[in-house]
T-cell receptor, first 115, second 114 residues
Framework: AQKITQTQPGMFVQEKEAVTLDCTYD???????LFWYKQPSSGEMIFLIY??????QNATEGRYSLNFQKARKSANLVISASQLGDSAMYFC????????????FGKGTMLLVSP | DGGITQSPKYLFRKEGQNVTLSCEQN?????MYWYRQDPGQGLRLIYY???????QKGDIAEGYSVSREKKESFPLTVTSAQKNPTAFYLC?????????????FGQGTRLTVV
């Protein structure tokens, strides 16, 4: 079974509108972390936002916020006021446990922002 | 500036040849990782290392080998046993082992078998 599921292969949004990218996860660990990365066409992975399993409040970083619903095992990324530069692939990832445990990635969502 | 450097950016390999991808970091991170990215597949873990002279297989290690002789360096060799090596390869590193520490990525190497 997939540990990270991103059901939207592609999303379109108009500039200045908000968009939600979906992510559901599967784990039996009590302690885990959820990450979102952005990958522009150049290929580098840019860290956007983090949510810990014990965090009671949703994480926010500028225009990015994470809608964390623990009981539903979802960690959706919300981008407010989309910009043309937001066009990229977006990956949800999870780290289970501590130490140097590895990241497991979803298959990604391609976001296109139109003028 | 601190960061992760992958080289080369583009690499072409003939079938049957081994090729080595370089990954160097100056972030003083203990852990380093290699991922493979194919279209529509997301990132899949090849190998990772938590300390010098030690490394573990990831989900798709067959046909690959690594070494970790120095903290700063974690080269990946794509051997002739790798049946479909054409892909985008990303190297990452991470600092102290707390859950919320993000991984930092290099710019990637695009490998093409010709």
């Amino acid at each position: 079974a997939q540990k990270i599921t991103q059901t939207q292969p592609g999303m379109f949004v108009q500039e200045k509108e908000a968009v939600t990218l979906d992510c559901t996860y599967d784990t039996s660990d009590q302690s885990y972390g959820l990450f979102w990365y952005k990958q522009p066409s150049s290929g580098e992975m840019i860290f956007l936002i983090y949510q810990g399993s014990y965090d009671e409040q949703n994480a926010t970083e500028g225009r990015y916020s994470l809608n964390f619903q623990k009981a539903r095992k979802s960690a959706n990324l919300v981008i407010s006021a989309s910009q043309l530069g937001d066009s990229a692939m977006y990956f949800c990832a999870m780290r289970e446990g501590g130490g140097y445990s590895t990241l497991t990635f979803g298959k990604g969502t391609m976001l296109l922002v139109s003028p | 500036d601190g960061g992760i450097t992958q080289s080369p950016k583009y690499l072409f390999r003939k079938e049957g040849q081994n090729v080595t991808l370089s990954c160097e970091q100056n972030l003083n991170h203990d852990a380093m990782y290699w991922y493979r990215q194919d279209p529509g597949q997301g990132l899949r873990l090849i190998y990772y290392s938590q300390i010098v002279n030690d490394f573990q297989k990831g989900d798709i290690a067959e046909g690959y080998s690594v070494s970790r002789e120095k903290k700063e360096s974690f080269p990946l060799t794509v051997t002739s046993a790798q049946k479909n090596p054409t892909a985008f390869y990303l190297c990452a590193s991470r600092g102290q082992g707390v859950l919320n520490t993000e991984a930092f990525f290099g710019q990637g190497t695009r490998l093409t078998v010709v």
